[in-house]
């Protein structure tokens, strides 16, 4: 026979099994939802290629005659290729994250020849844009080396540096720097422009997932996916750092990230090989 105290200590477990198999198919509809995209993402990427390298052949490479006309079409179909790109690249990189597959190798890294190897492949991207690449090439000199993966590195440099320049002005500039934040222990490194600028009510938003600022300045007609900066956050915070932006509509903005330091043992447990690059790269500064 069941007292009263029976009952209701098994209608507590009767609501928080009930509970339980509530969040159990809400998180299958999750993994659900996340393997669906990873799936379509990678099947969309081989067609977006493939056209992306078909157009470039016709355009770029001049394999076809084409009309001026027929040109200016084919090249907005180019454009909107490339942004699809973009986005089927990004909603892969959300799709791993948030499923917990995306893959950090972290190690102890010099700042320099990292930053080095980011301005050196988006200068191109920064001439045609005609904005000034400037790096602070003594604030690079002496920092301690952090750990991080190095590719995972480039991918943030990149992207934060081609947001500046893709809501910069024509003759503006771009400028790079980092410093040692030796109370925290971590590298900080700063990308600073004199572009359009970002509203302040937009800023506690900028780092959410799908986030984009809408106005009526020139930087409706390049609004992106809303993803860029929600992925770069995560990959930042999951090596352990931050992120943050300071702007001000008009005048430009500063987009700053941090990692931490490597520590002695860190260091101590690449191999000699390892060690040598590290100590050679270290005198290796990006150029202006």
């Keep these: 026979v069941f007292t009263k105290d029976d009952i209701q200590f098994l209608d507590i477990i009767a609501k928080q099994t009930a509970s339980a198999i509530e969040k159990s198919r809400f998180y299958q509809d999750d993994q659900l939802k996340s393997e669906f995209v ?6 969309l990427l081989t067609p977006t290629a493939a056209i992306q390298g ?20 084919l090249r907005k179909v180019q454009n909107s290729a490339h942004r699809l790109a973009e986005l089927v690249t990004d909603l892969l990189s959300v799709s791993r ?24 492949e988006i200068k191109v991207k920064a001439d045609m844009a005609h904005i000034q690449l400037s790096v602070e090439a003594n604030s690079l000199s002496n920092l301690p080396l952090i750990m991080t993966d190095p590719d995972r590195f480039i991918q943030i440099a990149m ?31 700063h990308v600073s422009d004199n572009g359009i600028g970002i509203p302040a009510e937009h800023l506690p ?22 993803l860029g900066l929600y992925i770069t956050r995560s990959i930042v915070e999951l090596q ?7 702007s ?40 202006h």
């Excluded at 078909?54 to 079409?73: C, G, H, N, R, W």
């Excluded at 972290?106 to 301005?119: C, E, F, G, R, Y």
């Excluded at 799908?210 to 609004?223: I, M, N, Q």
């Excluded at 690059?277 to 270290?282: A, D, F, H, R, V």
């Design 38 to 43: 990873s799936i379509a993402s990678h099947e």
């Design 97 to 120: 994250i948030e499923g917990g597959r995306i893959v950090i190798n972290k190690a102890p890294q010099a700042v320099a020849p990292l930053l080095k190897q980011v301005i050196d």
């Design 54 to 73: 078909y157009l470039s052949m016709i355009l770029d490479e001049k394999m076809a005659q084409v009309d001026p006309k027929a040109e200016e079409y």
């Design 159 to 189: 992207n934060l540096i081609s947001n500046a320049i893709k809501y910069g002005r024509a003759g503006g500039q771009v400028r790079i720097s980092a410093e040692s934040d030796t109370q925290n222990q971590m590298v900080v490194v």
């Design 205 to 226: 938003h900028l780092f959410e997932k799908f986030y984009r600022v809408h106005d009526d300045s020139a930087a409706a007609e390049k609004v992106g996916t809303g």
């Design 248 to 287: 001000e509509a008009g005048r430009g903005s500063q987009f700053s990230f941090s990692l931490p330091f490597a520590k002695p043992a860190e260091i101590q447990a690449t191999g000699p090989a390892e060690r040598a690059t590290i100590s050679t790269t270290l005198t290796t500064t990006p150029t």
């Design 240 to 246: 352990g750092g931050r992120i943050w932006v300071r």
